[in-house]
């Protein structure tokens, strides 16, 4: 079945440092793509998305790929912030709307 | 300011107490949904509907029950059949479930239940 995977956290950086959080799919058809971001004692917020192969989302800073050769949806950003702080989830949704949401990867930045 | 409500943000249940969740929404999203989150584990889908008096069970549907009377409203009632009930609940929604798969979710809060 479909399925998503990132990178287990947490993740502790300093800031202003890179930040890439993995993320591979596995997927019939062509799926959208997402990431979105948990605050804590929040629900969940999209951060950006990608609906088709090569495609790039970015918001805030942040950028992913729609990598279909590889499977990954990769996000980046070049220098994080303290506010960074917090839980990002690698989503797929499928033609049928539903989604497949990865594990979640914790983030720390350390001032 | 368009978004989704849910309602109480913490909630206590006893042993053998049904217990409902609210959420609402104001965006006239077509589509609603609700979700479990437990730690480690991601969110896991419990029900969604895409329209009114409609509704379909997710992967883990069992001991939760829903109702979808109004396109803002989908409660959803926590059952004494739900043995591990103790989680944080999210409520979501989307525009228009027959645009292919490309729409995000939109998320209110959520509700943590926590059994006494």
């Known amino acids: 079945g479909d399925s998503v995977t990132q990178m287990e956290g947490p993740v502790t950086l300093s800031e202003e440092a890179f930040l890439t959080i993995n993320c591979t799919y596995t997927a019939t058809g062509y799926p959208s793509l997402f990431w979105y971001v948990q605050y804590p004692g929040e629900g969940l917020q999209l951060l950006l998305k990608?609906?088709?192969?090569?495609d790039k989302g970015s918001n805030k800073g942040f950028e992913a790929t729609y990598r279909k050769e590889t499977t990954s949806f990769h996000l980046e950003k070049g220098s994080v912030q303290v506010s960074d702080s917090a839980v990002y989830f690698c989503?797929?949704?499928?033609?049928?709307?539903?989604?497949?949401f990865g594990k979640g990867t914790r983030l720390h930045i350390l001032p | 300011d368009g978004g989704i409500t849910q309602s109480p943000k913490y909630l206590f249940r006893k042993e053998g107490q049904n217990v409902t969740l609210s959420c609402e929404q104001n965006?006239?999203?077509?589509?609603m949904y609700w979700y479990r989150q437990d730690p480690g584990q991601g969110l896991r889908l419990i029900y969604y509907?895409?329209?009114?008096?409609?509704?379909q069970k997710g992967d883990i549907a069992e001991g939760y029950s829903v109702s979808r009377e109004k396109k803002e409203s989908f409660p959803l009632t926590v059952t004494s059949a739900q043995k591990n009930p103790t989680a944080f609940y999210l409520c979501?929604?989307?525009?228009?479930?027959?645009?292919?798969?490309?729409?995000?979710?939109?998320f209110g809060d959520g509700t943590r239940l926590s059994i006494l």
């Open positions: 990608a609906t088709k192969a090569d």
């Open positions: 979501a929604s989307s525009i228009d479930p027959g645009l292919g798969g490309n729409q995000p979710q939109h």
């Open positions: 989503a797929l949704q499928r033609r049928d709307d539903k989604i497949i």
């Open positions: 965006l006239n999203h077509d589509a």
């Open positions: 509907s895409q329209i009114v008096n409609d509704f």
